[in-house]
Nanobody, 122 residues
Framework: QVQFVESGGGLVQPGGSLRLSCEAS???????????MGWYRQAPGNQRELVAT????????NYREAVKGRFTISRDNAKNMVFLQMNDLKPEDTAIYYC????????????WGQGTQVTVSS
């Protein structure tokens, strides 16, 4: 069963914006109600990194330093959706973006989806 489906990526010029969406399966959220959700990214040749997190009820968010002030994570629990608004995009933001639970590699390793490609280029 596909646990997360990401969408919204594309090609954008530096300084542009994109809004990513992630649809989570009801079963995965029910199985892990206490886990935060996160957006991750992986650029070619790099390891996957955690970009932003949001607590189960959306009351707290955290961002890696490189995206602070530019990216905003949000969620709509009624629709099992998580979003990432990305503004002032830079070429170094180019990567495949994924959503998943926040947890150990052992916990979340089987839940990765296909991701959505974001390319920032002029």
């Amino acid at each position: 069963q596909v646990q997360f489906v990401e969408s919204g990526g594309g090609l954008v010029q530096p300084g542009g914006s994109l809004r990513l969406s992630c649809e989570a399966s009801e079963s995965i959220l029910s199985k892990h109600p206490m886990n935060a959700m996160g957006w991750y990214r992986q650029a070619p040749g790099n390891q996957r990194e955690l970009v932003a997190t949001i607590t189960p009820r959306g009351g707290s968010t955290n961002y890696r330093e490189a995206v602070k002030g530019r990216f905003t994570i949000s969620r709509d629990n009624a629709k099992n959706m998580v979003f990432l608004q990305m503004n002032d995009l830079k070429p170094e933001d180019t990567a495949i973006y994924y959503c998943n639970l926040v947890g150990s590699a052992q916990l979340i390793g089987d839940y990765w989806g296909q991701g959505t490609q974001v390319t920032v280029s002029s």
